[in-house]
Every structure is written in C-alpha cells, then in structure tokens.
C-alpha cells in the first residue's frame, strides 16, 4: 500500500524557516517524479515545487523561487521542504503527492498545516 | 504562465448529471485529469489521462478533453459527490491546477 506521511509543519515567524518532511513507503521511491502541493485556508489547490527520480530536474512555481528548495533522499525514501523567509501567504496545508509519468498525481498525503504569523 | 479557468460553482439534483469544465488554451492537446476534494480531507484522483478512471472510482464519473475544454461529468449525482474538484495538467515541467469547482447536490 501506497503510503505519504508528511511532518514538520508548525507555527513560525514571517521570515522564519522550517524544513517539511514526507516518508514514503509502499512503492519503489526512487522511480517516481515528486511534488509538493499546498492550499491555503479556504482556497484553492497551488502547485509548490517538483524534483525528477534522481534529483536532477527541480521545479518551482514562482512565488516561492528562491526562496524554498525541494530535495530528496532516495536511500531514505524521503522527500524535503525547505522553506525559508516565509510570509503570510504561505500559510496552508502542504501535501506531497507522488507523480506519474508527468501526467497525474495519484497518491496524497495526509497534509501538514504551516501557518506564518507573528 | 499557462492558466486553466473552471466555474466556482455548479449544482446539480440528485440523479442527474452534472458537468464541470475545465478551460486552456489548446487544453486537448495536453493530458487533462481531475481530483474530487471533501472538506478536511486530501484530493483523491478521479479521471486521469482525460478519460481513465482509477481503481475504485464509481463509473458514474467520465471525462473528456477537446480543443481547449475538459469536461468531468458525474452521471447519476449522489449525495456523497458533493466536494470540491479540481483540473489538473501538466506545462512545461510543471503542474496546473484550474481554480476548482464547488459541487452542490440538492
């Protein structure tokens, strides 16, 4: 069974930093394209970040481009989150989902809830 | 930056069909999938590949994809489809997510 299990979300000051987590298990971890997905509260699904099998491809959506670094560590089966000089509007859920072929995103996680408030 | 546009909102009567759709430009020429959200709880993968539906997905839910819409469509419209759905494709490396689509069943 398929299983993504995020950790590391929490309360933290506008220009504060936390590094997210998301354990995989279930399925060879190390043949898939990874994402990050977040949602602020009461709004819409926004596309955050993705890193190619091997970590030599990384994707960013704009608003977060030089500031967070998605990484991956295949031994472990772990996908990273670093998200530094937050602000308010990265406050949300933040879900990995596991990447097929580029097409879909089949599997979620659970979620961690970063909120950005002082 | 490529953009997919769906209306905020569509209701729908209990057995009907209801249909969402999904706007961008030359969107048919791109694989286009859905996701059904519920409050507090994870998107779950409805349609992929424009029409596939995965393991355990009811086959009252169908989708398409032409020209410059994706259309999702529930036949048969239970209580339990009442959610929030999203569009979803993919653009030069990166992922795309239309607006989303509160579903009302009443």
């Known amino acids: 069974e398929v299983q993504l299990v995020e950790s590391g979300g929490g309360l933290v000051q506008p220009g504060g930093s936390l590094r997210l987590s998301c354990a995989a298990s279930?399925?060879?971890?190390?043949?898939?394209?990874m994402n990050w997905v977040r949602q602020a509260p009461g709004k819409g699904l926004e596309w955050v970040a993705n890193?190619?099998?091997?970590?030599?491809?990384?994707y960013y959506v704009d608003s977060v481009k030089g500031r967070f670094t998605i990484s991956r560590d295949n031994a472990k089966n772990s996908l990273f989150l670093q998200m530094n000089s937050l602000r308010a509007e990265d406050t949300g859920v933040y879900y990995c989902?596991?990447?097929?072929?580029?097409?879909?995103?089949?599997?979620w996680g659970q979620g961690t809830l970063v909120t950005v408030s002082s | 930056s490529y953009e997919l546009t769906q209306p905020p909102s569509v209701s729908v009567s209990p057995g009907q069909t209801a249909s969402i759709t999904c706007s961008g430009d030359k969107l048919g020429d791109k694989y286009a999938c859905w996701y059904q959200q519920k409050p507090g709880q994870s998107p779950v993968l409805v349609i992929y590949?424009?029409?596939r539906r995965p393991s355990g997905i009811p086959e009252r839910f169908s989708g398409s994809n032409s020209g410059n819409t994706a259309t999702l469509t529930i036949s048969g419209t239970q209580a339990m489809d009442e959610a929030d759905y999203y569009c979803q494709a993919w653009d030069s490396s990166t992922v795309v997510f239309g607006g989303g689509t509160k579903l009302t069943v009443l």
């Open positions: 590949q424009d029409t």
């Open positions: 989902a596991r990447d097929v072929r580029n097409y879909y995103l089949d599997y």
């Open positions: 890193i190619k099998q091997d970590g030599s491809e990384k």
């Open positions: 279930g399925f060879p971890f190390s043949s898939n394209w």
